[in-house]
């Protein structure tokens, strides 16, 4: 073996350890690449997944907002309806009250506050009322005016019971079947 043909020996080597290098390098950087671009795939597809999780959380918010304030615009307007119906019912008993009819329905409470409560009773209504309920009950009556629409209220002498058959409380007592009635 000579010189050179050891120096070529030596070249041939280390030329073959470099490319060897080079081989490797490359396919280190090949592999690198490809897992960069996967990263870059999986971000960009969990980016993806979560703004169309973010937008469809925000829809479904804004569709149930819009609902709920069509419900409560709805219910608001039924309420307006049924007060405005509930205040002309009112109105209808207030002329009831000035009807020929109404002397007729002062005497069946009369009887109806005497039966449930004795004969022992004060009857009071309305200013307007007071002739009619003098007739109706005599020495029971009591001339104390009461703001009520029409009717009467009866309470025993000593003011133990009481039967408050007033427009106003039957209405009230009422309202829930009303309302039904009117919905």
Do not use: C, W
């Not at 996967?38 to 973010?54: F, L, P, Y």
């Not at 009112?90 to 009819?101: G, I, N, Y």
């Not at 009773?121 to 009556?141: I, N, P, Q, W």
Request: hydrophobic fraction near 40%; charged fraction near 35%; charge should be positive.
């Amino acid at each position: 073996m000579t010189l050179e043909s050891l120096v070529e020996e030596i070249r041939r080597h280390g030329q073959a350890e470099l490319d060897a290098i080079e081989r490797s390098r490359s396919a280190e950087e090949a592999r690198i690449a490809e897992d960069r671009a996967r990263k870059v795939s999986e971000i960009r597809a969990q980016s993806a997944r979560g703004i169309a999780t973010d937008s469809a959380r925000e829809r479904a918010q804004r569709l149930a907002a819009a609902h709920l304030q069509s419900r409560k615009m709805l219910y608001e307007a039924r309420e307006k309806r049924l007060a405005a119906a509930i205040e002309a019912t009112r109105t209808l008993l207030a002329d009831f009250a000035d009807s020929s009819a109404y002397p007729a329905v002062l005497k069946r409470m009369h009887a109806t506050a005497t039966e449930s409560l004795g004969k022992q009773l004060r009857v009071s209504g309305r200013a307007e009322d007071a002739t009619l309920l003098a007739k109706v009950a005599g020495k029971a009556f009591d001339s104390t005016p009461r703001p009520i629409l029409g009717g009467m209220i009866a309470e025993t002498t000593d003011g133990a019971r009481r039967l408050n058959l007033s427009f106003d409380e039957l209405l009230r007592l009422r309202e829930d079947r009303v309302r039904e009635l009117l919905a």
